[in-house]
């Protein structure tokens, strides 16, 4: 891009619900970026608290906030991105970016995520950045000061290896892409069940992800988060006291991630995937996705498929003791497994693009 280019707009991607409690802290961050070249849309999924009372009152301030028109049927978190990626494609927008209702962005969020993606602004492929967050409590008081180092990793570039084909680590506010991002990411497959967790695995799989270590969100904390790593540890507790919801929410992430995979293979046609995620995937259909549990268990425990932390890999190993849901395809999908079945033992966490190199830590357990 010249430097004689305008400056292409980003556009912040706001889904809202009962959001009314911290939500003016995160729209006077966005007001507060040192970048102003933004325009926010946002879909409100029916809140009945004051969210758009809010949301009415700082759009008729500020002319770069624009509410979606839309039907009243609720449609959940992750339809209600896929409505509003559908809106920023209606748009000549290059570069869309996410944001929770909850999160407080540092004045210069705008800034770096814009000069992470300017090499991409009319790319052909998907392109995903990502940043690093510091987790605060519902006071805004400082929890963990690197949401990757809390998850285990050591630089926020791992969280886009083949492993994010079975998790995702990077929460959807810590992200922007291009416009090939979004046109290739929808229609959502009705499978996928975290719109975050998609993107990122289009980009990484098919395109590229650029990883930034700074901290450019304060990620809450807080009882109500649908998704976050206080959700997590509520998780852990649950696991604990309720082994019926262990066993259920092992299933239901370990047999997404199959399915998932397969749309992914599905959506971006086997010839444009990275070689590393086309073993990853022949994985997967073959052994992840097996008849024989002990066949799903051996690729596990061999380390043929493996989740960030020993944690997470457990949690995979009590999903792949269970049988599918009914509709899970296990037909082995890939019709290149010769192809690329010497690239299946090549599934290794290394950094994808060539990159030195809430996730919803959501699908990892």
């Excluded at 696991?239 to 959506?267: C, D, F, I, M, N």
Aim: one cysteine or more; charged letters at 20%; proline letters at 5%.
């Amino acid at each position: 891009m010249s430097v004689l280019d305008p400056v292409p707009v980003l556009h912040i991607l706001l889904a809202t619900y009962r959001g009314a409690r911290f939500l003016p802290a995160q729209l006077d961050s966005l007001i507060e970026q040192r970048d102003r070249e933004w325009r926010l849309l946002v879909s409100d999924d029916g809140s009945d608290d004051d969210t758009l009372s809010i949301l009415r009152g700082y759009a008729a301030r500020d002319p770069r906030i624009v509410m979606v028109e839309r039907s009243p049927a609720t449609l959940g978190a992750t339809r209600n991105f896929a409505l509003l990626l559908q809106h920023f494609l209606s748009t000549d927008g290059q570069w869309f970016a996410l944001c929770d209702q909850d999160d407080v962005w540092l004045p210069h969020k705008v800034e770096r995520l814009r000069r992470a993606l300017r090499d991409h602004v009319n790319a052909t492929e998907p392109c995903l950045a990502y940043s690093d967050l510091a987790w605060i409590d519902e006071r805004g008081r400082l929890l963990s000061a690197s949401h990757f180092s809390g998850a285990g990793l050591r630089h926020p570039a791992q969280a886009a290896t083949v492993s994010a084909l079975l998790h995702n680590l990077v929460p959807g506010c810590a992200m922007a892409g291009n416009r090939a991002l979004a046109e290739r990411a929808l229609p959502l497959p009705t499978s996928v069940a975290h719109h975050d967790w998609w993107l990122l695995a289009l980009a990484a799989a098919g395109g590229e992800v650029v990883p930034v270590s700074e901290v450019l969100v304060h990620y809450r904390q807080h009882g109500n988060n649908q998704v976050g790593a206080s959700g997590a540890l509520r998780r852990i507790a649950r696991l604990l006291t309720r082994p019926a919801y262990l066993l259920a929410h092992a299933k239901t992430q370990y047999w997404g991630a199959v399915e998932q995979g397969s749309e992914l293979r599905t959506r971006l046609g086997f010839d444009r995937i990275k070689p590393a995620w086309r073993g990853a995937l022949t994985v997967s259909e073959r052994r992840l996705a097996a008849h024989s549990r002990w066949r799903r268990v051996h690729a596990i425990l061999s380390g043929a498929a493996k989740r960030q932390g020993l944690a997470r890999s457990i949690f995979m190993l009590i999903g792949a003791l269970q049988e599918p849901p009914p509709s899970t395809d296990r037909t082995g999908g890939c019709t290149h497994v010769s192809a690329c079945t010497d690239m299946a033992d090549e599934w290794t966490a290394r950094p994808c693009s060539g990159q030195a190199d809430r996730g919803t830590d959501q699908p990892v357990g």
